[in-house]
């Protein structure tokens, strides 16, 4: 299990360092940790706070956000591919980048329609702001989140479009998945474990999270990450889910590591 420092002492240390939001399996965190551990990559774990300043995190990095991969002096980076190509370039094995072009592209395009902007996890985030934003101005829960929503897009329209958006992208993926078992393949492309098999596991928490013994998160969040949606349960094959427990079972890091004070 990777060593937590504090802003300070991880700015003050060498190598590679991984800022995550403390005490929340953020997907887009999950899955940058699955790069890094798959690959075997040493690397120490920021804890940054989720929807917070974070000035300490501002002065160092110029980011107040999570995920953030910074090596050495090099710029961070939070993209989620370009924390997939730095996995890629400190340990070339096992690769997570498919050799072949077409299965190259293609596991770039679902990952991008699972963590990019308007995709998934974008989709599913709006949903979780939903039931605050509908709060009146003035409530704690609404002006806690208010810059966050805003900052991601929230609003009264993009709410309302982001069930159909997230159940279409499941969709893709149960699909896509499919095509896979039917050619005796165990992987969501290609023949081997690549970025998109991690990224699926680690977004599928918004869906259905993992047990509490294997992922400690707060009641509320669990509740949110967990309530569902008529259009998202039609499109959801469930062999995904069980795809998701594979993952985790045979490459991933349980229990889940949400830092300091949230262990199961």
């Known amino acids: 299990m990777s060593k937590w ?3 300070a002492e991880g700015r003050a240390s060498e190598g590679l360092r ?3 939001t403390a005490g929340v399996p953020g997907p887009w965190g999950e899955a940058a940790k699955a790069v890094f551990h798959v690959k075997g990559i040493d690397h120490v774990r920021i804890p940054q706070s989720g929807g917070r300043p ?3 995190l501002v002065a160092w990095t110029g980011e107040s956000n999570a995920p953030q991969a910074i090596l050495g002096d090099e710029p961070g980076r939070s993209e989620w591919s370009s924390i997939i190509g730095l996995g890629e370039r400190l340990a070339p094995d ?3 980048i498919p050799a072949d072009p077409e299965t190259r592209a293609q596991m770039f395009g679902l990952i991008h329609a699972l963590a990019g902007e308007g995709g998934f996890g974008w989709s599913r985030r709006l949903m979780l702001f939903t039931p605050l934003m509908t709060l009146p101005d003035g409530h704690p829960g609404r002006r806690s989140l208010g810059n966050m929503a805003a ?3 929230y609003s009264e329209t993009s709410a309302a479009q982001a069930p159909a958006r997230a159940a279409e992208i499941v969709g893709l993926l149960g699909r896509q998945w499919s095509r896979q078992r039917e050619a005796n393949r165990d992987y969501l492309v290609g023949e081997q474990l690549s970025a998109l098999d991690l ?3 680690a977004f599928a928490a918004l869906l259905e999270p993992l047990p509490h013994a294997l992922c400690p998160m707060p009641d509320g969040l669990r509740n949110a990450y967990d309530q569902g949606h008529p259009l998202i349960d039609e499109a959801l094959d469930p062999a995904l889910l069980e795809h998701r427990q594979r993952i985790y079972a045979e490459f991933l890091e ?3 590591d949400l830092g300091p004070g949230f262990d199961p």
């Open 5 to 7: 420092l504090n802003v």
């Open 18 to 20: 991984l800022v995550l």
């Open 54 to 56: 974070n000035p300490d």
């Open 94 to 96: 096992p690769p997570l």
């Open 151 to 153: 900052r991601y897009g």
């Open 199 to 201: 990224y699926w596991a």
């Open 254 to 256: 349980l229990p889940i």
